[in-house]
């Protein structure tokens, strides 16, 4: 038992047997098992197959430096096993997301339809959330798993919609079937249309102060995915009203920090790429994760073709930047100036003497981007009256608290993720800074220049 860290004591581990299919074809799940009950009863406990009653410990994880890693990583084990199912499912989302810009841009044939506030949609963003539900709900049962995100079915429903719904169902199918890389068991049939329709629309909570729900944002940034450049796929765990985990997907971040800026011209690189050069690209993609309190953050590489992956996978830690001083430092804003100002943020840069370009950015990956240490302060400043939702911000902020990074409204308070899907009582507007003599700037200038701006 020589895998057991030594402080774990002498009792000997109790066999613990399971029938559960998924947990069975997740070894490293075992491990939570093991946490959650050590040290409360100092009385580790040994899971084993119900099958053929072999101990999975010993040999299997005797080998694998990395299960080592992941008990000491998280000592107190809360959340582990939340965690792991979380990565997996995003990372199983990332592939998918791929695969659909792929299409999108290099073959034009997705459908991109328009919502009600016309802001783009596409087969990606209701089969990663159907994917992610479907994933969460066999992990931990359809009664536990409660999800706010941001898709519905009722365009999917309508009448007219029955050769998009098809595309969806199968690219569900495709990608929980690609799923076993994680040790995601896929499901025994293909899933029909209703059980697809099911998985997207259970995701209908409404979060609030108590209890556990997920925050699911299946693509943010969908103008960037449909103009083939950043996106993100963000999901967090909010418990009574705190996010407790994070993990951010981030399929199109580059090598090459620069190409992170649309003006830089991400999607013109990309665009002047043939298919096949893109596909053997490597480097680019990664998903970002936190855990509350842990005060560690990791990144992990996106994986290319069908090596095995094993938790934690190549995780390295991250932190954010040590630069302080305004004359270096890079801020990230949104490409849309309809989502925040630009000449607002231009007049604050100006005001604490950045003097580094912007760097515009769609979607989540500014949080990953500071998070890495990319950038030093990212700034949202939407118009008046536009009530930002919780899953634009759960998963980033949690990620960039633990690299060290400081995150909060511009009047200094944290987000608040207990009131709803809205983060309700934002004041003014959303900085992120890589340390707090630089937030601390940044809020100072928007003081002295609120009452003169014109949001
Ligand atoms: N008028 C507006 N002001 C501020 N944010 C907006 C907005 N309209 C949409 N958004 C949000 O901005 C997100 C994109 O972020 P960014 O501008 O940083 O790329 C969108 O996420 P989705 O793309 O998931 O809908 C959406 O939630
Ligand atoms: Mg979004």
């Given at each position: 038992?020589?895998?057991?860290?030594?402080?774990?004591?002498?009792?000997?581990?109790?066999?613990?047997?399971f029938?559960n299919?998924?947990?069975?074809?997740?070894?490293?799940?075992?491990?939570s098992?093991?946490?959650?009950?050590?040290?409360k009863?100092?009385?580790?406990?040994?899971?084993?197959?119900?099958?053929?009653?072999?101990?999975?410990f010993?040999?299997?994880m005797?080998?694998?430096?990395?299960?080592?890693a992941a008990?000491?990583?998280?000592?107190?084990?809360?959340?582990?096993?939340?965690?792991?199912?979380?990565?997996?499912?995003?990372?199983?989302a990332?592939l998918l997301?791929?695969?659909?810009?792929?299409?999108?841009i290099?073959n034009?044939?997705?459908?991109v339809?328009?919502?009600?506030?016309?802001?783009?949609?596409t087969?990606?963003?209701?089969?990663?959330?159907a994917?992610v539900?479907?994933?969460?709900?066999?992990?931990?049962?359809?009664?536990n798993?409660?999800?706010v995100?941001?898709?519905d079915?009722?365009?999917?429903?309508?009448?007219n919609?029955?050769?998009?719904?098809?595309?969806?169902?199968?690219?569900?199918?495709?990608s929980l079937?690609?799923?076993?890389?994680?040790?995601?068991?896929?499901?025994?049939?293909?899933?029909?249309?209703?059980?697809?329709?099911?998985?997207?629309?259970?995701?209908?909570s409404?979060g609030g102060?108590?209890?556990?729900?997920?925050?699911l944002?299946?693509v943010?940034?969908?103008?960037?995915?449909v103009?083939?450049?950043?996106y993100a796929?963000a999901?967090?765990?909010?418990?009574?009203?705190?996010v407790v985990?994070?993990?951010?997907?981030c399929?199109?971040?580059?090598m090459?920090?620069?190409?992170?800026?649309?003006?830089?011209?991400?999607?013109?690189?990309?665009?002047r790429?043939?298919?096949?050069s893109s596909e053997?690209?490597?480097g680019?993609?990664?998903?970002?994760?936190?855990?509350k309190?842990?005060?560690?953050?990791?990144?992990?590489?996106?994986?290319?073709g069908?090596?095995?992956?094993?938790?934690p996978?190549?995780?390295?830690?991250?932190?954010?930047?040590?630069?302080?001083?305004?004359?270096?430092?890079?801020?990230?804003?949104p490409v849309?100036?309809?989502n925040s100002?630009?000449?607002?943020?231009?007049g604050l840069?100006?005001?604490?003497?950045?003097r580094?370009q912007?760097?515009?950015?769609?979607?989540m990956?500014k949080y990953?981007?500071i998070?890495?240490?990319?950038?030093?302060?990212?700034?949202?400043?939407?118009?008046?009256?536009y009530?930002?939702?919780?899953w634009?911000?759960?998963?980033?902020?949690?990620?960039?608290?633990?690299?060290?990074?400081?995150?909060?409204?511009?009047?200094?308070?944290?987000?608040?993720?207990?009131?709803?899907?809205y983060?309700?009582?934002?004041?003014?507007?959303i900085?992120?800074?890589?340390?707090?003599s630089?937030?601390?700037k940044?809020?100072?200038?928007?003081?002295a220049?609120?009452?003169?701006?014109?949001?």
């Amino acid at each position: 038992m020589s895998v057991f860290p030594s402080n774990l004591g002498t009792k000997t581990p109790q066999p613990f047997f399971f029938n559960n299919n998924f947990l069975k074809t997740h070894l490293k799940l075992f491990v939570s098992f093991h946490n959650r009950n050590y040290p409360k009863s100092r009385n580790p406990i040994l899971c084993l197959p119900n099958s053929n009653k072999k101990p999975l410990f010993s040999d299997e994880m005797e080998k694998n430096s990395n299960w080592v890693a992941a008990i000491e990583s998280a000592p107190d084990g809360k959340y582990d096993m939340e965690l792991e199912v979380a990565v997996k499912a995003v990372h199983v989302a990332c592939l998918l997301c791929q695969k659909v810009q792929e299409n999108l841009i290099f073959n034009g044939n997705e459908d991109v339809q328009a919502k009600d506030d016309n802001s783009p949609v596409t087969v990606a963003d209701w089969s990663v959330q159907a994917t992610v539900s479907w994933i969460l709900s066999q992990a931990f049962g359809a009664q536990n798993v409660s999800v706010v995100a941001e898709e519905d079915i009722e365009a999917l429903s309508k009448s007219n919609a029955i050769s998009l719904l098809s595309s969806v169902v199968k690219t569900v199918n495709d990608s929980l079937s690609a799923a076993s890389i994680f040790g995601i068991e896929p499901p025994v049939t293909a899933l029909e249309t209703t059980q697809v329709l099911e998985a997207i629309s259970r995701c209908n909570s409404t979060g609030g102060p108590t209890g556990r729900f997920w925050v699911l944002d299946p693509v943010d940034g969908t103008l960037g995915f449909v103009h083939g450049d950043q996106y993100a796929i963000a999901l967090a765990l909010v418990e009574n009203g705190e996010v407790v985990l994070g993990v951010l997907g981030c399929p199109n971040y580059p090598m090459n920090k620069e190409w992170l800026d649309y003006q830089n011209g991400y999607r013109r690189i990309l665009s002047r790429l043939t298919k096949s050069s893109s596909e053997s690209w490597g480097g680019k993609g990664c998903v970002l994760y936190a855990k509350k309190g842990s005060k560690k953050a990791w990144m992990q590489p996106l994986v290319s073709g069908d090596k095995g992956w094993v938790w934690p996978n190549s995780a390295r830690p991250i932190k954010v930047s040590a630069i302080d001083n305004p004359i270096l430092a890079t801020f990230c804003e949104p490409v849309e100036k309809a989502n925040s100002s630009h000449s607002f943020t231009q007049g604050l840069a100006h005001s604490v003497g950045l003097r580094n370009q912007p760097l515009r950015v769609y979607s989540m990956v500014k949080y990953a981007a500071i998070a890495r240490g990319d950038a030093e302060i990212f700034m949202k400043f939407a118009r008046a009256g536009y009530k930002e939702k919780i899953w634009d911000h759960a998963a980033g902020v949690v990620i960039i608290q633990e690299a060290g990074g400081v995150v909060t409204d511009a009047g200094g308070r944290p987000l608040d993720f207990s009131k709803g899907i809205y983060l309700q009582g934002l004041d003014r507007g959303i900085i992120a800074c890589a340390g707090s003599s630089l937030h601390e700037k940044i809020m100072r200038a928007v003081d002295a220049s609120w009452n003169s701006s014109s949001l």
